[in-house]
């Protein structure tokens, strides 16, 4: 099987609360910018590409593939963004899932 139907494959089993404990685990929010970051290092471009298309397949959400740089990695590494328009959309997915002790990670005010 080709990596890239592995990615599908797992990506099939993601359903509402594995997203939330995804986002949970390696996501942010950016209060200032109104913006959502789904750290995802270790996947390649290509593989980003596949969950991009996931997104906007499974969740109707665009995602931005984002470079980011590191220090101590030759390697080229990407990040998934979900911009200002998108956000609310994606955290009413995954709200209903939310432990109180994270709430936190829901809200831009901060407040």
Not at 31 to 43: A, S
Not at 44 to 69: A, G, L, R, S
Request: charged share 25%; aromatic share 14%.
């Amino acid at each position: 099987m080709e990596l890239s139907q592995y990615l599908w494959d797992w990506l099939d089993k993601v359903d509402d609360i594995a997203l939330t404990v995804w986002y949970l685990d390696a996501g942010s929010l950016n209060r200032r910018y109104g913006t959502i970051t789904i750290c995802t290092n270790c996947f390649t471009y290509q593989e980003h590409i596949i969950m991009q298309k996931w997104f906007k397949e499974k969740w109707n959400i665009d995602v931005i593939i984002e470079p980011q740089k590191s220090k101590h990695s030759p390697v080229e590494q990407y990040r998934l963004r979900i911009n200002k328009s998108q956000a609310g959309n994606f955290l009413e997915i995954i709200k209903p899932y939310v432990p109180e002790c994270m709430k936190y990670k829901l809200t831009f005010s901060s407040k």
